[in-house]
């Protein structure tokens, strides 16, 4: 890959991401050494500034950043680092450095979820229920989506609003069950209404 060190100081930020959530979990500095010992090890090492000299995050705490993917931007001088992070990546004790990203925007776990169905998909191990919806097949998965709708409606108009963020929940499971099913993603539909989102839209 070509990086371009020359343009601060023999250094590039690396953005790191979970692989599996797709929070941006901190932001280090790499000089052609850090990265070098990163592509060999596999672990995140970052250059410290304020050290000045190597860091390979985790190797006190533990908490290693293992890479699942490093991509280069549009201009090669900066890094988008996918990782797999064993355990907390900040040194408060939370996930991000910007604390913890599930809780401040729980949407980001439903591209978290839909990894996990995909992969329950993949494997189909005994004892899932994911597993048995997948293997009872397509009408059973669009049935339980109907079912589920129907019951998230009927605590709208009778229930409580508890009950109805419950339903709703098994709702939004089944249906991400059903998309898996079809090799589709929750960030499709999303998609679908970002493009929606537009005042010329409903004219087409
Ligand atoms: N979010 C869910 C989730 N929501 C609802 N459900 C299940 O969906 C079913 C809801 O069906 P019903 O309310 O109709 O209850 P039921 O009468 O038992 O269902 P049926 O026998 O009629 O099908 C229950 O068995 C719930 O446990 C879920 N099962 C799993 N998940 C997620 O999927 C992950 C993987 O689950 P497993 O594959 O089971 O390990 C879990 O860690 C969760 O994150």
Redesign the pocket.
Known sequence: MEIDFGKMNGLVPAIIQDASTKNVLMLGFMNKEAYDKTVETKKVTFYSRSRNCLWTKGETSGNFLNIVSIENDCDNDTLLIKVNPEGPVCHKGTDTCWGESNEKNPLLFLTF?QD??NK?HEEMPEG????SLFKDGLNRMAQ?VG??AL?AVIEAVNGTDERLVYEA??ML??LIVLLASKGLRIEDVAAELQKRHDPNWHKH
């Open positions: 979820l996990f169905i329950r899932s229920y994911t597993t339980k079912e589920e019951e929940s098994d499971y089944h």
